[in-house]
């Protein structure tokens, strides 16, 4: 039976009132369609946002304490229906069953823990000055647009805080990943959320992402997707003088310099560049090694690259799935062929797909070495298993190269030296730097310099996005 995803407005599954072009579901891994996904109109954007607004008035009074045991009742009902939501991962974008297990739905439960530990210690409400009383409160109705491929990533890192600091809700995820949406807005009514605090509905970014951009009753638009759609959505809210947190693209240098242990540094460079099908948008798909190691490195990359096993998103253990969609497919054939075109050394893969797979939307995991900086493989994100390595000479050339970009998400440092390690990551204009692989938690700010995004989610930090802070000043001396 196909499945039929529809909106969730005001506490009821509806229907749009202003039907769109109905999107097929596809499942990446054999193209056939699983579902469809009833898209809407504008008017359905604004029955969300109307349902938002009504809400805001009662739940922004709620209490803290009152709000912590919704999240905490919501987290349980995920933690319950965990299996169903990474299930749900895997059909939608094609994510390896233990990828979409352990790591994509176990972010569901990841930041809502986060969240909850962030408000023990956050001063909601402090002095300011000697006459100013400085109060948390939350920003109003928001508007969270998400991209379908760490989704639930992506929802719950915007979602948590959000709810947590009173402010009701429009998501809009991507029509890419419509399943994981669906159970999060099941498991919230199953928690118990009022009637309009969250509301969710289906549709593509031009029309219903623009229209929440642009409504001049949401307050906030967090954003997470390309840099392109991420200024049109900037440009959108403008007019409201709106916040807007931007989420954006990334295209990571991973520096290896000569002193590190080579081959776990390359093995772990290829497999983090590959990982979810190379579709993260902090992947480290730049690799930049030290000359006196580079030919020994170029030779570790093809062994392991070529070790890495593309299989169906059922089968266990390490191994990448498909790319999501075709859309993704066809972009990331184009760009293996602008590397072959550019000059650069193809090591492993190319175009095509891999030997016995006809159907879905598999690629061949691929590496380049012999980049240049200029080339557009390199400055562009590709957002597909490509690996680009190259060369360099000295400590302060790589940091130029890993600088050279219009985007600054995150970067990676590999050498012995800790001092050289700290040296570096303070030079780089990222918003993350992983020293020798050490990765990130849930505590700690992600988000990007430059054209990769404006905002810091995750933890603490998250819940800044969802405040206004007001100062109240009176006499204090009495
Ligand atoms: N920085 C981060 O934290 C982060 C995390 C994950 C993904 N990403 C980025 O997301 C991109 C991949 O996701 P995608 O293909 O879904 O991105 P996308 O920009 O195509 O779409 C993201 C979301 O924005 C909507 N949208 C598109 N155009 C819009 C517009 N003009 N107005 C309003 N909404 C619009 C889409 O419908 C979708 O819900 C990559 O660039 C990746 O790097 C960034």
């Not at 920003?139 to 805080?161: D, E, H, R, Y």
């Not at 709810?163 to 995820?173: A, E, I, R, S, Y």
């Not at 066809?330 to 030997?355: C, F, H, M, N």
């Not at 070495?369 to 000479?393: K, W």
Request: hydrophobic letters at 40%; aromatic letters at 8%.
């Amino acid at each position: 039976m196909l499945i039929s995803c529809n909106f969730y407005i005001d506490g009821q599954w509806i229907d749009p009132v202003e039907p769109g072009p109905v999107h097929a579901i596809v499942n990446p891994a054999d193209e056939k369609i699983i579902g469809t996904v009833l898209m809407g109109g504008k008017n359905d954007a604004h029955a969300a946002v109307d349902a938002a607004r009504r809400a805001f008035d009662g739940y922004s009074q709620t209490s803290l304490a009152e709000r912590r045991a919704l999240l905490a009742r919501l987290q349980a009902v995920f933690e319950r229906r965990y299996t169903e939501m990474a299930q749900a991962i895997s059909t939608e974008m094609g994510a390896p069953c233990d990828l979409a297990y352990d790591s994509q739905a176990e972010c569901g439960p990841g930041h809502i823990k986060a969240a909850l530990a962030a408000a023990e210690s956050f001063a909601f409400e402090s002095r300011s000055g000697p006459n100013g009383d400085l109060v948390c409160e939350p920003i109003g109705v928001c508007a969270l647009i998400t991209p379908w491929n760490w989704p639930i990533n992506q929802i719950m890192s915007k979602l948590a805080p959000a709810l947590l600091t009173g402010c009701t809700v429009v998501l809009k995820p991507s029509e890419f990943a419509p399943l994981s949406a669906r159970l999060v807005a099941e498991f919230v009514h199953e928690a118990g959320y009022p009637s309009g605090v969250f509301n969710m509905l289906y549709g593509d970014g031009p029309v219903v992402g623009n229209e929440l951009a642009e409504h001049p009753l949401v307050d906030m638009v967090s954003f997470t997707g390309s840099t392109a759609a991420g200024i049109s959505v900037a440009k959108a809210a403008a007019g409201t003088v709106k916040r807007v947190v931007q989420e954006l693209g990334g295209k990571s240098a991973n520096i290896v310099f000569a002193d590190t242990d080579l081959a776990s540094t390359i093995r772990r460079g290829v497999r983090q560049a590959f990982n979810n099908t190379g579709q993260s948008c902090n992947a480290p798909t730049r690799m930049l090694v030290e000359r006196p190691v580079y030919e020994q490195a170029i030779a570790l990359a093809a062994e392991y690259g070529a070790q890495v096993q593309v299989a169906h998103p059922s089968q266990r253990g390490d191994v990448i799935g498909p790319l999501a969609m075709k859309r993704q497919f066809d972009t990331v054939q184009r760009y293996i062929g602008l590397g072959i075109q550019s000059g650069a050394r193809l090591l492993i893969g190319g175009e095509g797909k891999p030997e016995g797979f006809s159907a879905g939307y598999f690629v061949r995991p691929t590496i380049f070495a012999d980049v240049t900086n200029d080339m557009v493989i390199a400055r562009e994100e590709i957002f597909g298993p490509v690996l680009c390595m190259m060369v360099f000479d000295t400590e302060e050339v790589a940091i130029r190269i890993a600088n050279d970009s219009p985007f600054g998400l995150a970067a990676y440092v590999n050498t012995s030296d800790p001092v050289r390690a700290q040296r570096v990551a303070r030079r780089l204009r990222a918003g993350t730097v992983s020293v020798n692989g050490v990765g990130q938690d849930y505590a700690s700010p992600f988000g990007g310099f430059k054209q990769s995004g404006n905002g810091r989610e995750w933890g603490r930090f998250g819940l800044h996005d969802y405040i206004e802070f007001k100062c109240i000043n009176s006499d204090h001396s009495q």
